[in-house]
């Protein structure tokens, strides 16, 4: 737990040297571990982690809307020797619109929601997918924790956060996807909103590159879920790779 704890607060210095440009970044150090039934683990955060002020998208400095951005997830682990495997996780992006009156108020408005789980490998639910994206409303990032972050990055009392959760067109259908863990959400969360090919400085190509290195290392222990090993086995067996292999009803 220390070593990714350490593996963790990694991440996210790569990720402030990509985004302090663009967004104020809230990247809680410290991680929760909580004992499961069956003698497995979960690593949890005690807040989301938050991007302040981020920008429409891909780095853009044209003036207009700010966007605060959300993320917060689960890793269930089993111990394996001297380290440990993971054996599901769930994450939870949520995406705001935002108004920011200097020392006055600040509302966020609600305008997209999406979860990315990892079924386990050896109890994988009937019709769904081993590794699937879902849009639809955050158990996880909860009114009450927008507000808290809200409060701690706009520098405003709770009474001058404004949350706002309007009627949404969700979808709900589960999009089979890659092992999209916490991790690999917060990259794509990197790329999408804070980098593009003309603005994006040298410094900020390099942590974002150092970033994804980091993730692809022996030293991330999330990198390859017992899911993601169980599901390569499935399309080895059985080519070609594509989607029918993520649903347990493939097999045979």
């Not at 996210?12 to 683990?41: C, E, N």
């Not at 949404?168 to 999209?180: A, D, G, H, S, T």
Request: neutral net charge; aromatic residues 10%; glycine residues 6%.
């Amino acid at each position: 737990m220390s070593l990714f704890g350490r593996f963790w607060r990694d991440v996210g210095s790569d990720i402030k040297r990509v985004v302090k440009r663009h967004a104020t970044l809230l990247f809680p150090d410290q991680l929760g571990l909580r004992d499961l039934d069956g003698g497995d683990q979960e690593i949890y955060l005690h807040e989301p982690v938050m991007f302040y002020g981020a920008p429409l998208r891909g780095g853009s400095h044209k003036p207009g809307g700010r966007r605060a951005l959300f993320v917060d997830g689960t890793f269930r682990v089993r111990e394996n020797g001297r380290s440990f495997d993971l054996v599901q996780a769930a994450c939870n992006l949520v995406v705001y619109d935002t108004v920011n009156v200097a020392n006055v108020s600040y509302t966020l408005t609600l305008i997209d929601s999406m979860h990315f789980d990892i079924e386990p490998a050896d109890t994988q639910s009937e019709f769904h997918p081993m590794f699937h994206a879902q849009r639809g409303y955050s158990t996880l990032i909860t009114p009450a924790k927008v507000v808290a972050q809200a409060m701690m990055a706009s520098h405003l009392p709770e009474d001058k956060i404004h949350v706002e959760h309007a009627e949404m067109n969700l979808e709900f259908v589960r999009l089979p996807c890659p092992q999209m863990d916490m991790l690999s959400v917060l990259a794509t969360v990197v790329a999408d909103f804070f980098c593009n090919k003309d603005q994006t400085t040298r410094p900020e190509k390099d942590a974002f590159h150092a970033m994804l290195k980091r993730l692809l290392s022996e030293k991330n222990p999330m990198r390859e879920s017992l899911s993601s090993k169980a599901l390569s086995r499935r399309w080895q067996d059985r080519p070609p790779f594509a989607a029918p292999h993520w649903y347990k009803e493939s097999g045979g």
